[in-house]
Every structure is written in structure tokens, then in C-alpha cells.
């Protein structure tokens, strides 16, 4: 018997007004697996990682299915999945991070919420990503860029959570800095076996981190399937265009 999806995506239309900004998308997440979207600037990408972790912006609708974790998120606010269900990484670690609490406290936060457990587990949280406890009595404007990131891995992946939804989590980041980040980011998927839907523009992080990928244009899916062999042999000239871009050398 197989098992249910960690996200089962089906004919997904998301809209504001009349204006559809993702149209006909369909994706299955399984346990564990690693997924990556690409695709030019204005795809729907991260629209798209948006409406799996249940956080539509505002003026958006969405039509079709998009279950988590066996819950339908489709016509609800998405929050009965946030927290174990699915958990989010965004691009910039401000929107996660409250400037005015310390970072022990924030980390705390979602394990009383979720587990019933005190901050005993911040330093382990901290540990986890390569930051010493020290930081706990911090707050976000006292610590650099990479360091704000992984605190807010940290906090995504508290809770244990199937699902990790990451839109350009090192866009933002020098590179020495995002290759610590993503080294960190795999060792503790491999850890919790939770799922990855990455959103990246950066086909090098793509087939550092992802198993499979789907590329997106103009909102429609134009190819998915495994990275080594999308990127070794792209069929669309869009997947073509960003692989010449990127001028990799993936081996076949």
C-alpha cells in the first residue's frame, strides 16, 4: 500500500482577478524526496512554494487541489498544517525573525505551540545549525546574514515538519556563506527526513540539494523529471536557456 504524499498538488490555478499567475500545476511530493522549482523571473515560482505552505498573499486566489500532509489547503487559511505539516524558509530571514524578541525565545515559540516542550531545546536547535548557544540571548539585528538564516532553518525544522518549503533561501547570502548554508540544509533533511520543495534560480544550488525539478514559465509546468537529466539533456528552450546561463557541467 502506497503511502500518502507529503504534498499532492492537482490542477492548481492561482489567480488575482483576471490575471492568472499560475495555471494547470500539478506535483506529488513523497516522503523524503527533494523537489526544486526553477524557471525565469516571473514563472510563479515562488507563488507557487506560497500557496503549498499555505500563505497566499493577499488578493490571490487559488483553484484545484493542494493537499499536505493528507490536509486540504485549497478554500482554508492553511494553518492546521503549518508548524509539523509544512514549514517555510523564506528569502529574506527578517520576515521570519521578530526584530524585537532574542533568538532563544523565538526558537522556543513554535516548540511550546507544537510539542508542549520547553526552551531546553533551543541550544540542541542552535547546535544543530552549526551556531553556539550564546546566540539564544541574542536578537536578529546582532547577528550577520548567514547566521539570521540559520536560525530561521533552525525554527522551520523545530517542529519536525514533512514538509520544507524554501523560496531562494541564499539568494541573499555571499557564497561561502550559501555553500555553508545548503551543506547545513542536507545533512538535516538527511537527519529528520523531511521533505524539500526549493525554489532557486541557481541551478548549481539546484543540483547540489535536489533529486527532481520542474521548471516553470509563464506560470504552466514546461518539463520536470530528475536534475541529472533535465539539466544533462533539457528538452524545453526555457530549461535550455537557464542550463546555458548557468553553463554547467552536470555529469550524465
Do not use: F
Request: charged residues 20%; glycine residues 10%.
Amino acid at each position: 500500500m502506497m503511502s500518502t504524499p507529503v504534498a499532492d498538488v492537482r490542477d492548481v490555478r492561482i489567480a488575482a482577478g483576471d490575471t492568472t499567475l499560475v495555471d494547470g500545476l500539478t506535483l506529488t511530493v513523497g516522503a523524503g524526496e527533494r523537489w526544486g522549482i526553477v524557471g525565469p523571473s516571473g514563472a510563479g515560482k515562488s507563488l507557487t512554494a506560497a500557496a503549498v505552505a499555505g500563505l497566499l498573499p493577499p488578493g490571490t486566489t487559488a483553484t484545484g487541489s493542494i493537499r499536505v500532509d493528507g490536509t486540504e489547503l485549497v478554500g482554508t487559511s492553511g494553518t492546521a498544517v503549518r508548524g509539523r505539516g509544512v514549514a517555510l524558509v523564506a528569502q529574506d530571514s527578517a520576515v521570519a525573525l521578530h526584530p524585537l524578541l532574542t533568538i532563544g525565545r523565538q526558537l522556543a515559540l513554535p516548540l511550546r505551540r507544537h510539542q508542549g516542550l520547553d526552551r531546553s531545546p533551543v541550544d540542541e536547535l542552535l547546535a544543530a545549525v552549526d551556531l553556539p548557544p550564546e546566540l539564544a540571548r541574542a536578537r536578529p539585528a546582532q547577528l550577520s546574514g548567514g547566521q539570521r538564516q540559520r536560525v530561521a532553518l533552525a525554527g522551520a525544522l523545530a517542529c519536525r515538519p514533512r514538509l520544507l518549503v524554501a523560496d531562494e533561501p541564499t539568494a541573499a547570502l555571499d557564497p561561502p556563506v550559501a555553500r555553508a548554508l545548503l551543506d547545513r540544509l542536507d545533512r538535516s533533511l538527511t537527519a529528520t527526513g523531511t521533505a524539500l520543495l526549493l525554489v532557486t534560480h541557481d541551478l548549481g544550488v539546484l543540483a547540489a540539494v535536489c533529486e527532481r525539478v520542474v521548471v516553470l514559465a509563464g506560470g504552466r509546468v514546461v518539463e520536470s523529471g530528475p536534475v541529472p537529466e533535465v539539466l544533462a539533456a533539457p528538452q524545453h528552450e526555457v530549461t535550455r536557456a537557464l542550463v546555458d546561463a548557468a553553463q554547467l557541467s552536470v555529469p550524465t
